[in-house]
């Protein structure tokens, strides 16, 4: 009965999975009749979202421990409680610079993608942890923001410093089946290949639905992978 259009390079994966009724209980509070019991409205596939309920899960998707976005919930200064204020233009405005900020898109594609690699390279699969706990290894676009790629999981792929710099310059590219191609134009092709995991095929995340999509792979090797 409803056709939702979503515009190219809009998609944003959810950092966080956003229960249904979470440890703050239901998060679509406008399922929630006066007795504060859910109505019969939950059984819709399809239902109106409040601007109070939208803002209140988006914000809990893309919440970042480094206070990157506002939290939810949080006493104000003066100790009341935040509430929905009735300027809705400029909320409306504030989100959506919020969800298009390229920082903000940067920052939850890398916890996306990282975590479905494990915080392993593809490539050579190792998975170093620094001093501060923090992977060194890098979310990489399959087909660069640059060239209309989205930030889905299905075009990203976890990449060390070195693997990502030659994946980036088409020294290294990727068949469907994850076979890791190298390129003839490489000067230290024994280099390279001692660089890679023992498979000769990139680690992929144990979800299908998770693995780098075929189009975006055979985008790479025509495009930026040097035969």
Known sequence: MYL??????????????VPFNGADGIVERGLLNDEGRISGRAQSAVRPLSATDFHRIVMAGLDESDALLPGIGDPTPDGFEDEQVPFIYEQERERVSQLTSRVLRDRVFRRVVLRAYDQRCAVTGLKLINGGGRAEVAAAHIRPVEANGPDILTNGIALSGTAHWMFDRGLISLADD????????VNDQEGVRTMINRTGRALAPQRISERPHPRFLQWHRENCFKQ
């Open 4 to 17: 939702a259009i979503i515009e190219p390079g809009s998609y944003l994966d959810f950092a966080n999975p």
């Open 178 to 185: 994850l076979e890791i191609l190298v390129s003839r134009q």
